[in-house]
């Protein structure tokens, strides 16, 4: 499944993320089903899923900076 947001502009900068084309399991099947459908129906939606680990006390600030960073970059700019 594409999406029409530059991931790897979009993630340039960050530290302690990276892109992956693994939904996994759980919530994030319903979520990517929810897109598809979304697709199927010729619905033009740019989005993203991200999925965030279990925070821990050394994961927090480096997963939250670059959520930061990218919640800037998708509400500043179109070209991502």
């Given amino acids: 499944m594409q999406t ?6 979009l993630v ?16 994030c099947v319903s979520v990517v089903s929810h897109r598809e459908y979304l697709s199927q129906k010729q619905l033009t939606v740019r989005c993203i899923f991200a999925h965030v680990p279990v925070l821990t006390q050394e994961s927090l600030m480096g997963i939250l900076a670059d959520s930061v ?9 179109s070209s991502c």
């Fill in 4 to 9: 029409a947001v530059d991931l790897k502009k």
């Fill in 69 to 77: 960073l990218i919640i800037n970059k998708l509400a500043l700019s």
């Fill in 12 to 27: 340039a900068g960050a530290a302690a993320i990276e892109i992956s084309h693994d939904c996994g399991k759980f919530v």
